[in-house]
């Protein structure tokens, strides 16, 4: 059984900052993108940054040169790391992966639990 485990949200002053981790475990052939998703009270899910297995990165304009995102494709494994937080950044941060299982080996999407990020003003 594939799962997404995300860590790392919390609470912290506009202008600081924070990392978020995601790990796919389970019987895994192979991840074609990972990325973060957001969605904050009242509004949908939004796309925050992707990268695939080659390393190409996506980000939101909102959060362009701001947050950066990482991959490390032997452990299954991506952070972002979140500078100069704004609380318009506040919302749950959903951890997204397309990947084939071992099992089945049919391309689906993946999401983790979420995780809160909260940026006070």
């Known amino acids: 059984q594939v799962q997404l485990v995300e860590s790392g949200g919390g609470l912290v002053q506009a202008g600081g900052s924070l990392r978020l981790s995601c790990t796919a475990s389970?019987?895994?052939?192979?991840?074609?993108?990972m990325g973060w998703y957001r969605q904050a009270p009242g509004k949908r899910r939004e796309l925050v940054a992707s990268?695939?297995?080659?390393?190409?990165?996506n980000y939101a304009d909102s959060v362009k040169g701001r947050f950066a995102i990482n991959r490390e494709n032997a452990k299954n494994t991506i952070s972002l790391q979140m500078n100069s937080l704004k609380p318009e950044d506040t919302a749950v941060y959903y951890c997204?992966?397309?990947?084939?299982?071992?099992?089945?080996?049919?391309?689906?999407?993946?999401w983790g639990q979420g995780t809160q990020v909260t940026v006070s003003s």
């Open positions: 389970g019987s895994i052939f192979s991840i074609n993108v």
């Open positions: 990268i695939t297995s080659a390393g190409i990165t």
């Open positions: 997204n992966a397309a990947l084939r299982p071992s099992t089945s080996m049919v391309l689906n999407t993946y």
